[in-house]
């Protein structure tokens, strides 16, 4: 097969800007969203960088607050206990860590109380999300180029494609193999280029047609897209370096912003996929892995350009075998899977408050003798209970068949939440109302083993049982006064709020409030 150098730049250039300015804008937007969310090209997106600086990125206030992190860590007994040249780099790791999360210490460093009370959970907020952002990368969002590499494929090939078509590739079976696969891929090629660059760069030649084949094939496997991304580039990864170089001056103007958008994002992704379909088309290579015929087909560029001479010559969009993704599924078939109305939910929110308000008062009388609101606002409700009762009924009603793994989850849920909340009070308000710092295995005293024990439990009853008994006494009673107190209970819940904002949150003895 011949590689036509001239052929390969005039295709890539006559799809991105020869279809109109309609075609070429859509190809632009999805290209920017990509760069948006860092999955790629993410330099045209760094102007919003300039925002995060002109915010303080690193002015005066932030040197201090790392600086007070930074002799934490230093005091504490782990690092102590360690080699002082080794102790000196876990402390001065904490820079590079706070810098990648900056905007992390920013928020919290809002409350100085807080910062200065909770240095230690701090920094652990900034090494999970660290971790978060890690993974959301290193998975989720490598994974999400694919959604890019199918809309270029297909623009080759037609037209106009729908913006949807970026999700094709993710159809809820097919999502654990792409990650799978972008994960090896990336993977890969981290270890080539870790023994050299001449063998790195080698490797991504021939690693390269590897999110095509996945972006035409979301079912093939590592092993078989490899395979035949070598079979394809075989012979022809020299030719795809000089093509590159040949296009020096679209890699200069990634670096421009503005420029880089609007011409070289689309144009070097559409010229690598250019690549692939040059490459797809040669013989001798296993096309078994490849179902979609419509990609065999010449460009859509190509066929107009034919049609001026052959008026017979239809120009329909192609049919192809990855079909788009439902995104109009029912709820009750989604996320949430239960059988209740919105004035059921209602009802359950306020039950689980009316409940967990009643559980902290007895609590509280049973062990000091005190009868007390231990709610954080004035009516007789604690918000917490009715999010958790509620998450748990309708997200977790589908593990209902499996006792065990709901009771699991169910933990899990009110940990997060009991977690989010204590956090969120203290953060906001310098308040707490509940501390486990002398139960058994707490953590910073937001949540403890008991305590989630006690919610599994409770998930269960929420469940199997209160959930189902509060809709059939809710069905007892006509809509008409089904709204009438829902609508009533609301507005007693909202000027609850109004107070709590007014006149602060409830606080006294045994009820908890300002954190001295």
């Known amino acids: 097969m011949k590689w036509e150098y001239k052929r390969i730049r005039k295709t890539s250039w006559n799809t991105v800007f020869g279809k109109g300015w309609k075609p070429w804008l859509l190809l632009v937007s999805v290209c920017f969203l990509f760069s948006m969310i860092g999955a790629q090209n993410s330099l045209q997106a760094e102007g919003l960088d300039y925002v995060d600086q ?6 005066e206030k932030y040197e201090e607050n790392i600086a007070y992190l930074k002799d934490y860590v230093a005091d504490t007994k782990i690092v102590k206990a360690l080699p002082e040249e080794l102790g000196n780099k876990a402390v001065e790791s904490l820079d590079s860590i706070a810098a990648s999360n900056s905007w992390v210490v920013r928020v919290l460093a809002h409350n100085a109380a807080y910062f200065e009370r909770n240095p230690g959970e701090v920094i652990a907020n900034i090494l999970i999300v660290g971790l978060i952002m890690f993974v959301v990368k290193f998975f989720f969002l490598n994974a999400s180029e694919i959604g890019l590499y199918r809309y270029v494929l297909e ?29 090896r891929y990336a993977l890969a090629l981290i270890k080539w280029y870790m023994l050299f660059i001449i063998p790195g760069i080698y490797k991504t030649y021939q690693f390269s047609m590897v999110p095509f084949i996945l972006a035409e094939n979301p079912k093939i496997k590592w092993k078989d897209a490899v395979k035949l991304s070598k079979a394809m580039t075989k012979g022809y990864k020299w030719k795809m370096f000089v093509t590159d170089l040949s296009y020096i001056y679209i890699w200069i103007l990634h670096l421009i912003p503005i420029a880089g958008l609007l011409v070289s994002v689309p144009l070097s992704v559409q010229l690598d996929a250019e690549y692939y379909f040059t490459l797809r088309n040669r013989t001798g290579i296993d096309h078994t892995n490849l179902p979609e015929q419509a990609f065999a087909g010449a460009p859509y560029i190509k066929r107009k350009q034919d049609k001026k001479k052959d008026p017979n010559i239809i120009l329909s969009d192609p049919e192809y075998v990855l079909t788009d993704v439902n995104t109009k599924t029912a709820h009750r078939k989604g996320l949430f899977r239960f059988d209740y109305s919105p004035f059921d939910i209602v009802f359950m929110f306020f039950s689980f408050c009316f409940v967990g308000w009643v559980w902290e008062v007895c609590y509280e009388f049973v062990d000091t003798g005190l009868l007390v609101n231990r709610g954080t606002m004035y009516g007789p409700w604690i918000p917490i209970y009715g999010f958790g009762g ?7 009603s589908r593990f209902k068949e499996s006792k065990i793994k709901l009771f699991l989850m169910t933990m899990l849920v009110c940990a997060i939440l009991e977690y989010i909340g204590s956090f969120a009070l203290e953060f906001m308000f310098n308040s707490s109302y509940w501390d486990y710092k002398e139960m058994f295995m707490n953590v910073n005293g937001r949540i403890c083993l008991a305590g989630l024990v006690a919610f599994g439990v409770g998930g269960l009853f929420g469940v199997y049982i209160a959930g189902p008994a509060i809709s059939r006494f809710v069905d007892r009673f006509s809509k008409r006064t089904q709204l009438i107190v829902s609508v009533l209970l609301g507005v007693l819940f909202v000027m609850d709020i109004i107070c709590c904002g007014l006149f602060g949150f409830n606080s006294g003895a045994s009820v908890g409030g300002k954190i001295v």
């Open 54 to 59: 002109w915010l303080g990125y690193k002015d």
């Open 155 to 183: 623009n080759r090939q037609q037209e106009k494609v729908r913006f949807r078509r970026i999700f094709a590739p993710f159809h809820l079976k097919m999502i654990p193999n792409v990650i799978w696969v972008v994960f």
């Open 390 to 396: 509620l998450a748990i009924v309708l997200l977790l």
